[in-house]
C-alpha cells in the first residue's frame, strides 16, 4: 500500500497549488479520501474529504472557498487544489485513506512566502 503526495512547493501570498496524492496496493475506488496538514509547532489538522465516487466534499473553514478537493478513480489520484494561498497555510500536506484502516502518505511540503 502507498500514497504519494507530490506537487507542493514555495509559492508567494495569493498563488495556487495543485497537490496530487497518487495511490497504489488497494482499491483506491473503494476509499473516500482526505487531506490533512501539519504546520511547525502545531498539530495535525483535517482540511478537505471527498467521497469514494466524488459527489460529496467537506472542508474546513479555514481553507472553504480557496481550496478544492477532488479525485480521479481511474488514475487513483487524490488532488487538492489550492488558491489564494496565505501564509498560514504553510504546512506539510498529508493525504490519508478514510476508515480502517487508514493510510497515510509521506507529506508533502507548502510554503507560503509574505
Known amino acids: 500500500v502507498q500514497l504519494v503526495e507530490s506537487g507542493g512547493g514555495l509559492v508567494q501570498l495569493g498563488g495556487s497549488l495543485r497537490l496530487s496524492c497518487a495511490a497504489s496496493g488497494f482499491t483506491f475506488s473503494s476509499y473516500a479520501m482526505t487531506w490533512y496538514r501539519q504546520a511547525p509547532g502545531k498539530e495535525r489538522e483535517w482540511v478537505a474529504t471527498?467521497?469514494?465516487?466524488?459527489?460529496?466534499?467537506n472542508y474546513a473553514d479555514s481553507v472553504k472557498g480557496r481550496f478544492t478537493i477532488s479525485r480521479d478513480n481511474a488514475k487513483n489520484t487524490v488532488y487538492l487544489q489550492m488558491n489564494s494561498l496565505k501564509p498560514e497555510d504553510t504546512a506539510v500536506y498529508y493525504c490519508?485513506?478514510?476508515?480502517?484502516?487508514?493510510?497515510w502518505g509521506q507529506g508533502t511540503q507548502v510554503t507560503v512566502s509574505s
Open positions: 490519508k485513506t478514510v476508515g480502517v484502516p487508514a493510510y
Open positions: 471527498i467521497n469514494r465516487v466524488g459527489g460529496s466534499t
